[in-house]
């Protein structure tokens, strides 16, 4: 528990359906001011990112009293959400995990699609990719899904099963 000494409670408000909270003079994150972040020049692009003017930040170093924001390199303009922690701009797709934001190498983003609604699998090009990792094993032209799950995935190709990425009989 911290004190949180200038907040101001008359305009203190919750910012949609996020993490973020602000008063008139500070944005706060999870409870903690965000240093260097003026609440009336941001916009929330989901829960981990906020855009101010033309550049897109995530929270980081959220260790101290204060949050941090740090500059990612993104075309702010064109970032959005797709699906399950995947993002993507007009030039590249990206895995949000554990505080940080990757970009998927050798993506097309006009060719990346979910293989399944909700699902942790995508194809891009000739790849399939499961949480941002490239399946390097799997036959792209027949692989299928067969049961999905939090703790586990089931998946088939021509010539094999795989659970957890491994070979299975």
Known sequence: LHRLDDLDIETYQNISMTRYKKDKNNLYFKWKKVKGANPDDIE???????????TLYKISDFEGKEAEIEPLSVDADTFEEIDNNYYKDKNHVYFYKDGNLQKLKNTNVKNFKMLKESSDFWKAQSNIYYKAYKLEQVDKDSFEIL???????IVKDKNSKYYHGERIK
Do not use: L, W
Not at 47 to 54: G, L, R, S
Not at 147 to 153: F, K, L, R, T
């Open 147 to 153: 049961d999905e799950a939090y703790d586990g995935s």
């Open 44 to 54: 929330i692009i989901e829960n981990n990112f906020i855009k101010i003017k033309n």
